[in-house]
Each structure stands twice: as structure tokens, then as C-alpha cells.
């Protein structure tokens, strides 16, 4: 990976002289743009308290950060559109609220002006979202490569939905969703966004994790009233819409087990590892004639509830396992090569019996798998519900409160939204803003995936530049995603000072910070 190009400055002119009003002293506009001079850098940083960090180590946080995002460059057709990019990326990496797009402006002290400009950053057509996408899971392969969690030389990819609370009644897809739950602080039924995200399983130090690849809506909008999709098409488009370099599992819950998502995989060398239902059946492969007759040959042998290989049996296995990121535990399990009618292939089933969680029955499609690795790769399908609950409590990845403005009110317990009767203007309409909505959800995703990459290689300088306390954390391990946005909270001064006079980045900050609200910048006299 290419390095940072030198350190952006901006091309200042000649400052006027300062008045000194309330006992601080307020800079003219001119004069803002001086403090981007190295020569007033350590000034700034006494400031802004930056000169706390010894050596100026810190700012390797927002390099290496920035470094990272560059390879993003070919997804905005526009320069400009990158730098704004750059600019939402770094708010959400590290705003202290997630109230909107306003929290952007506060974060980075920008102008009220760039309010307008971050809405329509979020409408353009010049951040292609597709692109964007592939490109960042190309880089989640390439940033994590020794981390990444392999089985039989194949990744391991987390899949599930989220249903995203949202009570706007001019937003397009929103719906009435009924929530599987047994949190008595959810309400049964909300009305929201139902999506479905994918995360790459990663190792890191101490801890496995799960990294955010793309997440889309998939429900509440009818374009046609001849449109056969299912959620689980609209997963598979999804899952091969990243073009991924390597095969792959697809771990998922048992709503995904199902013949839409199995054959598709399997159809291009990859595996699908999901929970059966209880009243699931297998059939047993069918023993060869004694005499040859007409007509095919039998496939399906004796029907197998399924329900029923959770009985002890003579092949019932004991094994010390730990599962859930518990201490060694006693499973119980029992496997079995069956034959899953929705593939017409033979399937691996585990019928697996915890002491305290209770009985479960998992499948493979990889006949060839191990059954304890088959159980220990579905007891880290929980790390995507982590996932979901940082993207939705520290970086905001579903913060978003686009409304649409011509749109129809919708109802309280209202469904899908039909529009194969509205005019094409209208539908196109439709498709803007949910290309605003996926956009902010893609570039929440990327955002959390950066933070857990610095988590992961830098962990020792996020740690030191926390510059907070919390009771459950531990320096030995990989901070969350929490620690790190506090540690580039602490650090996006220092980084911004010490780039060069002709970085594009700078000068583009420059022209939208707003010295009155920027601390360092009103100094008392």
C-alpha cells in the first residue's frame, strides 16, 4: 500500500490584526487559514491540549486511517465527492452524538453552510454505491489477511437481518415489522427498516469479531407488481454482489435454511452452515437394487425427523468444547450425512445438546466438514448481533433522517409501499432516496470496519491515546470500536496539523471551518 501522500497545507494570505473582545481574542477569516501553517503548529496544539501525546506519535492513528480510505478513491467519480467522503468518514468515525448529519458538522467545527452540502453528498449519483462497496470488501480482505478466520482454505462470511427502528412518516420503505424478541425494551411490533448485512469473521487478540461488509433494505418497496424476490434472493444478489477473491461459508440462522440460499452457493463451489428447525426432515440415501429395473434409480431412502437424531443413540459423542466464549463445557452431539430434499445432495446434520442453552440441530452442505467445526463456526455467528449493536450505538451507522418530500404519509401499521401504479418521475424519486439511505449505511459500514482494523494492528497507540477510563476495559486486548473513536477524537489535531500546506484534504477543510466553534481557535487572553 502506497503511502500518504504529503501532509496537505493551505495557501494562506496576509492575516488581519485581531481584536480582542470579552476577554478572548476572535480571528477574522483571513487569519483562520494561518493556523494550518506549520509554523503555528505547536501554538494550535498547546491549544487543543495535543501536546499531552508525547512525540507526536499519535497522529500514525489518523495515517494509517487515511491510507485506508484512499483505496476507496475509484468509487467517486469526482474529486470533490472524495474529499467530502473523506470528511462524513472521519465524523462518524469519531462524532460524540448521532443525531443526523448535524453531528458531522460539530464534530469536524464546520461552517452551518455545509449542511446543505453533506445532504446533497449523500444524493449524489458521483459516489457509485456498488462500486464502493466491492472495492471496500476487497480491502477488508487485503487489511485483515492475517486475521481472517479460514476453514479448509475458505472464508467464513456472518449473515443475518436488522430491523432499524424509524418513525418518519415520509420515508420510502417503512413498514410495520414484528420483532422476534424476548428483550422486554423492544416492542413487538415497530415500524422501521428491515435489512440484511454481511460481516466478515475475523480473529483478533484475545477476541473474534466480526467485520461489517455491506447492508442493504431489503423489504417495505414493490416496484412491480410482477416481482418474485424473496429477502432471500435479495441476499444471495447481495453476497456475490461483493465479488469476494476467495470460496466461502455462509453462516446464517435457520431462516436462511433454505433451498434459495443453499443451491445458489453451492452452484459456485461455496457452503451455506445454518440451524434446522425442529421439524425439519433428511431422508436417507437409498440402497442400491439387487436387481436392476426400468425407470430412474431410487435416491431417497427412509424418511429422517430430523427431531429425532437429538434422542441418545450408539454414535452419541461427549466432548469438552468451548463454545459462546464460555470456559471448556460438556457437549453432547451426534452427526449424520443426510440427504436435504430443497438440494437433492447429501447434507451434514449435527444434533448438538448443551448443558445449560439446550438442544440444537445445525446443517452443512460441506459433507467433508468436521462436526465440532461446525458447531464452534455457528457459535460465532453471534458476533454479527455485536456488530449490529456497535454500528447502531457508536457509530451511527443507521442514524440517518432523509425524508422525502413529495411522499404520501403512511399510517401507523401500514405495509409495503406499492408504486407500480405511481408515474415514473415519483419512482425515480423513490430510488434517489434509498440510494441516500443505502449510501449512509455503506459508509457507516466501511467506518466500523476501520476501527476494528486499527483495534486490531494498533492497539498499543489507540490504548495510549484513549485518554479515558472504563470499567470493563482491558489493555491486553483489542480495544472496541468505542475506544478507538475516542482515541481519534483525542488525535485529529495533531493529524491535521501536521499536513503539508499542498494536501487537497486541507485546503478542502479549509474553506468550511468555522474558528468560532473550533476550540484552540478562540484562545483567552
Avoid at 437394487?289 to 450408539?314: I, M, S, T
Avoid at 430510488?431 to 494492528?457: P, S
Avoid at 489535531?493 to 468555522?514: C, I, Q, V
Wanted: proline fraction near 4%; charge should be positive; charged fraction near 25%.
Amino acid at each position: 500500500m502506497r503511502a500518504v501522500a504529503g501532509p496537505p497545507r493551505l495557501e494562506t494570505g496576509r492575516p488581519e490584526r485581531a481584536s480582542a473582545a470579552g476577554g478572548a481574542i476572535t480571528f477574522s477569516v483571513a487569519f483562520r487559514l494561518r493556523f494550518w501553517q506549520e509554523s503555528d503548529s505547536r501554538c494550535l496544539l498547546a491549544a487543543l491540549g495535543v501536546n499531552s501525546f508525547r512525540g507526536g506519535k499519535h497522529k500514525e492513528l489518523w495515517t494509517t486511517w487515511f491510507q485506508c480510505v484512499r483505496a476507496l478513491r475509484a468509487g467517486c467519480t469526482r474529486r470533490r465527492t472524495f474529499l467530502w467522503l473523506v470528511v462524513v468518514m472521519a465524523a462518524m468515525s469519531m462524532r460524540s452524538d448521532r443525531a443526523g448529519v448535524t453531528s458531522f458538522i460539530r464534530s469536524h467545527w464546520l461552517q452551518p453552510s455545509a449542511y446543505l452540502r453533506i445532504l446533497h453528498f449523500f444524493h449524489s449519483p458521483a459516489l457509485k454505491l456498488d462500486r464502493l462497496t466491492q472495492l471496500w470488501a476487497q480491502l477488508t480482505v487485503r487489511l485483515f489477511h492475517a486475521g481472517l478466520v479460514r476453514v479448509n482454505d475458505r472464508l467464513v462470511v456472518l449473515g443475518d437481518g436488522i430491523k432499524i427502528p424509524k418513525e418518519g412518516r415520509k420515508m420510502p420503505a417503512v413498514k410495520c415489522l414484528h420483532q422476534e424478541s424476548t428483550s422486554n425494551a423492544k416492542a413487538e411490533y415497530i415500524m422501521g427498516h428491515s435489512c440484511q448485512a454481511l460481516a466478515l469473521l475475523v480473529k483478533g487478540v484475545g477476541r473474534c469479531f466480526a467485520v461489517p461488509l455491506a447492508c442493504r433494505i431489503h423489504e417495505g418497496l414493490v416496484f412491480s407488481n410482477r416481482s418474485k424476490k424473496t429477502l432471500l434472493d435479495r441476499l444471495i444478489h447481495l453476497v456475490y454482489g461483493l465479488h469476494l477473491p476467495h470460496a466461502f461459508y455462509l453462516v446464517a440462522d435457520a431462516y436462511y435454511a433454505s433451498q434459495k440460499v443453499a443451491r445458489p452457493l453451492m452452484q459456485r463451489g461455496n457452503h451455506l452452515i445454518t440451524r434446522m428447525r425442529k421439524n425439519a426432515v433428511a431422508f436417507e440415501p437409498a440402497k442400491p437394487p439387487r436387481k436392476r429395473r426400468p425407470g430412474r434409480p431410487r435416491k431417497y431412502g427412509d424418511k429422517v425427523k430430523l427431531k429425532n437424531l437429538l434422542r441418545p443413540a450408539k454414535n452419541t459423542r461427549t466432548v469438552a468444547f468451548a463454545v459462546y466464549g464460555e470456559n471448556e463445557v460438556t457437549l453432547t452431539y451426534r452427526c449424520a450425512d443426510l440427504i436435504w430434499r430443497p438440494v437433492g445432495e447429501l447434507v451434514r446434520v449435527v444434533a448438538v445438546h448443551h448443558p445449560t442453552r439446550g438442544k440444537i440441530l445445525l446443517m452443512s452442505t460441506d459433507v467433508t466438514l468436521d462436526p465440532l467445526e461446525i458447531i464452534k463456526l455457528y457459535s460465532l455467528r453471534f458476533k454479527i448481533e455485536v456488530s449490529f449493536k456497535q454500528a447502531v450505538h457508536t457509530v451511527g451507522t443507521y442514524a440517518y433522517r432523509f425524508w422525502m418530500l413529495p411522499m404520501k404519509k403512511i399510517k401507523w401499521g401500514s405495509g409495503n409501499q406499492y408504486l407500480h401504479r405511481t408515474t415514473q418521475e415519483y419512482r425515480e424519486a423513490v430510488r434517489r432516496k434509498m440510494d441516500a439511505y443505502h449510501r449512509h449505511i455503506q459508509i457507516g459500514t466501511i467506518v466500523q470496519g476501520l476501527l476494528l482494523y486499527l483495534a486490531v494492528t494498533m492497539r498499543a497507540q489507540v490504548w495510549s491515546a484513549f485518554g479515558s477510563w472504563l470499567r470493563t476495559m482491558r489493555t491486553e486486548a483489542s480495544p472496541s470500536e468505542l475506544v478507538v473513536a475516542y482515541a481519534l477524537r483525542n488525535t485529529l489535531a495533531e493529524f491535521l496539523l501536521s499536513l503539508t500546506p499542498t494536501n487537497k484534504l486541507k485546503k478542502f477543510l479549509g474553506r468550511y471551518l468555522d474558528v468560532e466553534k473550533c476550540p484552540g481557535f478562540r484562545i483567552a487572553s
